[in-house]
Nanobody, 123 residues
């Protein structure tokens, strides 16, 4: 059974950095599109990045320039690097995968979702 496990979230002060991880069980990330989303309280889930099988990264329209995405094929993991965090970045962050093409549309069909990791930015 495929599972995605996110980790790396937490409570941090404004200006801090966090690196979130997405590690799959029973799935090789090199064979799928891997996307990152976030959902802030009271808001819709929004797409941040999608890392495609062709190594091309699709970026969502509202992604802060402080964020970056990467994939490590040796570790079979995907990462979301976030710098200079602001209170507005407070959200649950998710990764998702699918066999199809890349997308940052949270309402698109995704094969598997992780459980999410909470990021809270507060002084």
């Amino acid at each position: 059974q495929v599972q995605l496990v996110e980790s790396g979230g937490g409570l941090v002060q404004p200006g801090s950095s966090l690196k979130l991880s997405c590690i799959p069980w029973n799935l090789n990330l090199i064979s799928v599109s891997v996307a990152w989303f976030r959902q802030a309280p009271g808001k819709d889930r929004e797409g941040l990045f999608c890392y495609g099988v062709d190594d091309i990264v699709t970026q969502g329209s509202a992604v802060p320039g402080r964020f970056d995405v990467s994939r490590d094929t040796h570790r079979n993991a995907a990462y979301l690097q976030m710098r200079a965090l602001e209170p507005e970045d407070t959200a649950v962050y998710y990764c998702a995968v699918r066999q199809g093409s890349c997308s940052t549309d949270a309402k698109a069909t995704w094969d598997f979702w992780g459980q999410g990791t909470q990021v809270t930015v507060s002084s």
